[in-house]
Structure formats: C-alpha cells, structure tokens
C-alpha cells in the first residue's frame, strides 16, 4: 500500500474517532446479507451503466433511517431502513437514487462541497477529501455517520437540483430493470409527514436528501404513467431473506420467535439465529441442519452453520462447516476469514499455518475487515513472526482509528522487522501518516 493511500486512510478515519457515536456505529459484514443485496443492486448498477462488480451496497448498522454515497464505488444502507421497507422493489428504488448520484456525477459537487467546507468546519473536509481519495468504505462510512451540524450537511447533502436528477434517473434505472417505479413513490411515503417537520427533527434520509412535494408529485406522475412489471420471485425471495437475517441479529430473539413459526427456508434460518442468541444451542443447531439438508449447497447457510458451532465452542464441527462453506465459494472473503477464525481456535501447528494462508487470501479480497487484521496478527505470532504479528496489529489499530496505538505498535514493528522490506516500509507509512497528517 502506497505511503500516499495510507495517509489518506489515516487521516479519514481521525474523523471516526473524533466523533462521539464513532465508536458505536460502523459496517454490519455478513457474507449472507451482502451477496442478497448484490443480487438486488447488480440490474439497476447494469441500467445505469455502472460496473456491477466495482459497486457494493453496505449495511450500516444504524437503526435510523438513512443510505448515501460518499465516492463512486460504495452505496451504504442503514439497517433500520432495509427492516422498515416492505419489499424488494422499494429497497431497489433505494438502490437506484443513490445508484444516479454516482452516475451523474454528484460526488464531483462533494467534493468541491468538502472544499469549501474547510473554511467552515475545519479539518472535516480535509478528511473526507483523503478518505474519497483512499477508496476505503470504512473511512467513508466514519465521515458519514461521525460528521455532525454544519459538516454533515456539507458533506453530505445533496441540493435539490441533485435531487430531481437523481429521481428522473433512478426512474429510467427501475424501468429499463423492470422494477416497478411505483416503489420509489412507497419510499417517500414512508417521509411524506417529516416535510412540516424542523431540519433537526427529521430522519437523517432528508435532511440529506431534501424531500418536498414537488419531488413527490413528479414521482407519483411518472409511476403513474409507467409499465407496471411482476415483482421477480428471485429478488422478492433475497429481499426477505435479507431482511430475515437482519432482523434475526438486530431484534429482540423473542420477536423473531413469535415471528418464524413456521418449517419454512427463512423461518428456519431465523428459529437458528434467535435460539443461538437466546443460548439454546442444541435448537439452533438442529434448526440449522434442517435448513442445510434442504439447501446443501448453499455456503451462507453452512457459514451460518459454521458461526452458530464456533461461539457455542464446538470448535472440530465448527471448521468442518466452515470449510465447507469456503470450497462452496473459495473467493469470499468474509467466509474465508470466518474459516481461518475457526482454524485458529483448534492452535495446532498444522492449523495455525493453514488459518493463516487462508487468512491472507482473505485479507487480499477485502482489506477492510479488522477481523480478519486480528486473526492474522495470531497467525503471525504462531508462526514465530513477531514483526509481521506486530504490524498487523498497527494495522487493525489504524483501521478501526485507534492512531495512537497504531503508532506505538508500529514503532515496535519498525524495531523488530528488516529495513527496508515490504513490511517494515508498511510500518513506516503508518508512523509517517500519524505523525504528519
């Protein structure tokens, strides 16, 4: 990693730390739940002439009802939203506004907006110009949610001008993807009554995204006259099983319970998530054999599986079911860093080195877990490579915007690796970048 990306990292995620619900609000990574909303993002990206592949859609784990963009390769969603929407349509109208301000442009005016803010609110857009420029989804989410009052609306809103663009295009996106675009009219239902409301009293969706009538006559004209498609049984069924699973890790177990009653796919996913919360391990593990019996080769259910066995100490089937879920989709980094997890937990010398190598691959497909930075920095220290274990934990310190721990693990680093290696300049870029932001 250049000398030059790393500060731009570093400098971001100050923000992070500075902000007082930094430290309770970040990205909710669920291989499950991100593969879902790939599969509902990936024909709107398509209508709007986005890299299905180079954009991915966040949960953030928030319960207030927001989403945004903040560059052009991520869409973050906030956890309250996805459970308050109905159905897979409206999260997909979702999808497509933030989906047209990438694609028309609008983060260009953020950033010019972030400019002129530095005179304004200070080191605010300093950072969040260094987080665009570092391309990191964890900087990007830290500005988003840790910006506060003059900043957040500098950084964040998006005029009304924007608006409207954004609305015709996402529309044409619903359209030509064959979504109904009655569903974006649904959305803003849900925030009709907040337009009498004060800036400060309304959800941070429209403070960000200013909604007034005009806007939503304009969309209720256009739905009006569209096509009306049928809702696709495959995204219908993604939709409810993301909701399902956020609902079973978020919500009460009890109302989970009340709710999934039944032998169906989902109800049986979220009997095995609400019973292993509520520590009836031999329920949620008979209810998720069902649900792998039925579905074999599904590896989000066997990483399921592979979660519920691990943090109820059953660590042999535990690395069975993850290693089944890793050869069913040998490039997901989520799954493969839950793999090498369950392999550090048996710590003998054969599985220290196998969790380590599969950490690593891990770690080269989304260099944005701080999980999988741990685990690697145990694997490290297994092996006897100290300086290694040492700088990978600077650098989970620097991830998570612990700087000053980032600096002092990374001049221990510094002392114990050769100079000038890849590893120690690795070191050096970190101590570089906190000592002169």
Request: charged share 20%; net charge positive.
């Amino acid at each position: 990693m250049s000398n030059t990306r790393l500060k731009a990292i570093l400098v971001a995620i100050v923000l992070t730390v500075n902000a007082t619900m930094a430290q309770s609000v970040g990205l909710l990574r669920d291989p499950d739940i991100e593969h879902g909303l790939q599969k509902l993002a990936n024909p709107i990206l398509r209508a709007a002439g986005l890299n299905s592949g180079g954009v991915k859609v966040f949960i953030v784990n928030d319960m207030s009802l927001n989403a945004f963009v903040i560059d052009h390769n991520h869409i973050f969603i906030h956890a309250g939203l996805v459970l308050k929407l109905q159905n897979a349509d409206q999260l997909q109208s979702v999808i497509a506004h933030e989906a047209a301000h990438i694609a028309n442009g609008h983060i260009a005016r953020r950033v010019a907006n972030m400019k002129r803010a530095k005179r304004t609110v200070g080191f605010g857009a300093l950072v969040a110009a260094a987080a665009i420029a570092g391309g990191q989804s964890q900087a990007a989410v830290g500005i988003a949610l840790g910006a506060t009052g003059s900043a957040n609306r500098v950084l964040l809103a998006h005029s009304r001008v924007e608006e409207a663009s954004a609305d015709q295009s996402a529309l044409r996106y619903l359209t030509q993807a064959q979504i109904n675009p009655a569903a974006m009219s649904d959305v803003f239902q849900i925030f009709s009554g907040q337009i009498t409301l004060s800036e400060e009293r309304r959800d941070p969706y429209t403070r960000s995204h200013p909604l007034n009538r005009d806007r939503m006559r304009t969309i209720d004209a256009y739905a009006a006259g569209a096509s009306r498609f049928v809702p696709s049984p495959s995204q219908a069924y993604w939709f409810n099983r993301i909701q399902a699973k956020l609902s079973g890790f978020l919500r009460v177990p009890k109302w989970t319970l009340d709710q999934a009653k039944g032998n169906a796919e989902i109800d049986l996913m979220c009997q095995a998530i609400a019973n292993h919360r509520s520590g009836r391990t031999a329920l949620a593990t008979k209810n998720i054999a069902q649900l792998i019996a039925a579905h074999p080769n599904d590896p989000y259910y066997h990483e399921l599986q592979g979660q519920i066995l691990l943090e109820s100490h059953q660590y042999a089937t535990a690395i069975m079911a993850y290693g089944t879920a890793a050869r069913l989709a040998p490039s997901n980094a989520l799954i493969l860093g839950g793999y090498g997890r369950s392999l550090l937990v048996a710590n003998t010398k054969t599985s220290n080195a196998k969790a380590l190598k599969i950490l690593q691959k891990a770690r080269s497909l989304d260099n944005q877990d701080a999980r999988i930075l741990r685990d690697i920095g145990t694997a490290f220290a297994r092996a006897g490579k100290q300086g290694q274990a040492v700088l990978a934990i600077a650098e989970r310190y620097a991830l998570l915007g612990d700087l000053k721990n980032a600096a002092l693990q990374a001049k221990k680093a510094e002392v114990i690796l050769p100079s000038g290696s890849t590893a120690w300049q690795r070191a050096q870029d970190i101590l570089d970048s906190v000592e002169t932001p």
